[in-house]
């Protein structure tokens, strides 16, 4: 087992009386896009702060690479590429002048350094142009480019889709897993948008009044158990909740006219052939598919999302 890339352990952030994150503690494994979700005020942006030295941890530790940002700052921070908020530019440079003057803050990036990582963005037809012509979506591209100049281990990039439009933000999708692909680089993001983190990442966590909800594997959200949730339109929903309740030990309601419960593969067939000996007609059969929107709201009990 390789060693994460970024380990929170029991880390907790106090403001006067106030207690904004509380014994948090998760692990980022490499090479993934690890994604981070709470709903408004959950403290992510509080604890990307911590994690990039902006804020100081009132208890608790952050290693990013092993490497403790309390004790040693300057050799876990050279690991990590961030954009905390928007990426701050001169706009009246071209993207390439912008790139120049930021390699100028770290040693050893070379121009040939410079080349890569705007080839890696997708930049290359409009980099000599100033950045006041470049759209939203290119400016967070060439943030991105910026915070990769010196090769880090860990990008950070919080709430990096405000503002872009649909295309904007599947361009950025695809840039972070080609990076985690080609680069090996890990990513930490923070999101409101729960359907592109649903495609966007590999593993979330979810917060909420600063403490951890749970971690997992994004495709484990949806592969919990062999129960399927199934919903099945019929012309006599409630004379098809009497019989499940009368004869099986199913739980079943009636939700939007159509008849729901939770089977597994052989149990939907059953549940067919015992509707239609009882008098039912059964028009169809849908799987319901749960967004991690939905999951995450059942989580949280949360009706907003940011």
């Known amino acids: 087992m390789t060693k994460p890339i970024v380990q929170i352990r029991n880390v907790s952030k106090k403001i006067g009386a106030k207690t904004i994150i509380d014994q948090l503690s998760f692990e980022v494994p490499k090479g993934e896009v690890f994604g981070f979700l709470g709903p408004n005020g959950a403290g992510k942006t509080t604890t990307i702060r911590m994690m990039v030295g902006l ?69 290359e037809n409009r980099i000599n142009d100033k950045v006041k012509t470049y759209s939203l979506g290119m400016r967070q591209r060439l943030g991105v480019a910026q915070a990769l100049l010196h090769k880090p281990s860990l990008l950070i990039l919080d709430e990096p889709t405000n503002g872009l439009d649909p295309a904007g933000i599947r361009e950025l999708r695809d840039y972070l897993r080609r990076l985690t692909r080609e680069e090996g680089i890990s990513v930490v993001v923070s999101s409101h948008l729960l359907s592109e983190m649903e495609l966007m990442c590999d593993r979330v966590a ?60 052989e149990q939907i067939a059953e549940a067919v052939v015992l509707m239609v000996q009882n008098g039912i007609k059964v028009y169809s059969i849908k799987p319901i598919i749960q967004s991690l929107e939905d999951k995450f709201l059942e989580m949280t009990g949360s009706e907003q999302i940011a």
């Open 206 to 265: 979810i917060i909420q009044n600063g403490k951890l909800v749970d971690v997992r594997l994004i495709k484990d959200y949806f592969n919990e158990g062999d129960q399927n949730k199934v919903a099945f339109e019929v012309d006599q929903p409630e004379l098809a909740l009497r019989v499940f309740s009368e004869k099986t030990s199913q739980v079943a309601f009636v939700k939007n006219g159509l008849i729901e419960l939770s089977l597994d593969r």
């Open 55 to 123: 804020m100081k941890i009132s208890e608790g530790e952050i290693l990013i690479d092993g490497v403790s940002i309390t004790k040693d700052f300057e050799k876990a921070i050279a690991k990590v590429g961030a954009i905390v908020e928007n990426p701050e530019m001169y706009k009246y440079l071209t993207g390439y002048q912008n790139l120049v003057h930021f390699a100028r803050m770290s040693p050893g990036v070379t121009k040939e350094r410079i080349q890569e990582v705007i080839t890696l963005v997708a930049l």
